[in-house]
């Protein structure tokens, strides 16, 4: 089993903006008069007229940029256009990262994305604007750190409409994707469908020193460098209908199957332990997993309006297969003896299923808007193990999460904006060990939320407080024992409590300028610690996750988006992290966790005519502490791309490059019982990809989705 490399969540997030245009309703007798006027009597000269409504807006939800009319329609997909905007840290293939928050949910004109491949298919210039919500209210789940809500233009055009995505992708070593979307609208009716094949080869370098105290003396497992290399094969498709009625109403349903035939990975790692300097043993494990799954998810919504009612509707059901078999091979040499080797083989099989329902209100109330809803979760998770050398396994998690909220919306003397909202969660868990229940948890929590905003001259004010909580995966959870090697076992905690944020930000925007401070109270944060086995055993080391005690973290940021010279958009921001954190050493010692860690970007887009696109971006972040994790030194990184668009943007190839350089790498060390210290050798990421389109528009599906944060712990 290989051990988890040791990442770091950095920091925080948030920004905006929104355009209105009113216009005075004229009577058709004034409209024929005026015309009258003008043809008999005036010829007027051609008159340009020019807006500069701000890009970036902060209001009582967080903040709003809009694109529709601005430089940023041009940069490609949707994918692009995030990375452009202030705040957001990371966009990928697995997600969007915002600094401070973390992983953040995305919705696409109200509904809950789940394949974030699927920002590939929108393209820039059919988005109106782009909403990030830093403390999201009581509408959604409490365990949502951030939101991201993409609008889009209303599509045009019917018929048949198809996009082609083929992408070549070099990690140390070949990958090739390809993905076709085919749609068909007609008139009320969207029906839609997708197949994604890819073929993944990717390979990895760590290296890796764990230091613990056995008495006085100092126990150090080094591991020189291992070699990760993993293979993957996968299929994706789904279908997807939808029928607008009317404005006020509108079903749909979406089914998506995921298959991964084929998943190999192989770890070797060799390893020597000392005590004291004193040679004790050495190891060569190479460890070899073939992990298959597969995955059903289906959905289905009512969006309508009743009256001055809106409602909301979606249903959703998950069913995932996982199963993973581990052949572990180890020669161990000992002092004075002959070397042996041990041959071990382990299986796991993991099945969970999800049913989820939501239903949204919304109501006109005093002047303002109203909004209550509930939300069902109902979840079942087994996993049955066999490990030789460790411990087998065979459990269950059953667990349901009610959830009611109440949200109010107002605007008070035309300036000031209000979010206020409530939220109430049970959680309800059974735990079953070999059939028989072990532990059975019962939680209700209140979630408050508010959200103030108002203008200042040109200058938008926002102040926000909200709680969050992040709960243990079911893998997290479970006491299974892994084995690593001789000297290292991995497993869960059946005793982790949720992880409480209080979370408060003050944030201003000014044109294309935003800054935000925020401070989170964090209760029982989850991290991975390293501790002795047992008292028995004590050169072997555990790794499992545990809650840390109460501790404080302190951000500031400062972004910057302007256009300059007509071609050229750089995003130029500054994030400063700090905590007063306290944790314990291998040496029985307790040491200061807060020196501050200092992020730097500087991305920038030049677009020119006649389809071309490039820039250069650049990522630099300090050493420093956050939570248990020390960074050892700075990191400067530097990504490149090019893009040409042809035939009037039905074709695009694109060419990126990301840490040309290699230096994002970064020494980290956990501290607790036993320290880990991790450095990861990352290859060069290469990607050439050519996008054909044809009478693509955006997507109509408006399923909000249902359970989405279970969707991410049964896996």
Sequence with gaps: MKINSLRMLALVASFITTMTASAEMVNDSLLADTAQWYNKTHELSEVTVKSSLPKIRTNADGMKVIIAGSELEKVGNSKDLLKRLPSIKKVDDDGVELFGRGAAEIYVNGRKVYDNSELDQIPSDQIVNVEIITNPGARYKATTKAVVKIKTKRPQGEGWGF?????????????????????????????????????????????????????????????????????????????????????????????????????K?????????????????????????????????????????????????????????????????????????????????????NNSRLYAAKLVLEHPLFGGKVCLGTEYDDTRRTSVSENPKATDGDTKVDERIWAGFLEYKRMFFGKLSLNAGLRYENVQSEYYDFGKREMERDYDDWFPSIGLAMPIGKVQLGAHYGIDIARPSFNNLSEVIYYVNSYSYQTGNSKLKPTYTHNISLNASWKWLWVEAAYNKIVDDIQTESIRYSQ?????TLIHPNNLSTYHRYTFQAFASPTLFNVWHPTIGGVITGQDYETLTPDGSMQKMNNPVVTGIWNNMIILKKGWQFGVDFFFQSSGDYATYHLHKACLSIDAHVNKSLFNDKLNIGFKVQDITRSRVQPVTVFSERSVWVKNNNPVYCELKATYKFNVAADKYKGKGAGDQVKNRIK
Excluded: C
């Design 536 to 540: 028995d055993n004590e050169l072997i």
């Design 265 to 349: 990975a192989d770890l070797l790692f060799p390893s020597k332990f000392t005590i004291d300097g004193e040679y004790l043993q050495e190891s060569l494990s190479d460890v070899i997993t073939r992990e298959p799954s597969y995955r059903h998810n289906f959905n289905t919504y009512y969006s309508g309006k009743i009256a001055n009612w809106q409602i909301d509707f979606n249903l959703d059901g998950v069913w995932f297969d996982h199963k993973q078999r581990g052949e572990t091979s180890e020669l161990i040499s000992l002092p004075g003896q002959a070397s042996r080797t041990d041959y071990i083989k382990t299986y796991t099989h």
């Design 163 to 263: 996009r082609d995505e083929l992408k070549g992708y070099y990690r140390a070593g070949m990958s090739v994707r390809n993905q076709l979307d085919v749609n068909y609208r007609h008139g009320g009716l969207d029906i839609g469908g997708w197949v994604i094949g890819e073929s993944s080869n990717t390979r990895q370098h760590q290296n890796e020193r764990v230091e613990s105290y056995i008495g006085n003396k100092l126990l150090v497992q080094d591991i020189t460098e291992t070699d990760f290399k993993a293979k993957s094969r996968d299929l994706d498709f789904g279908l997807k209908t939808n029928y607008i009625f009317n404005e006020n109403h509108s079903i749909g349903a979406r089914y998506e199957y995921y298959r991964l035939p084929y998943s």
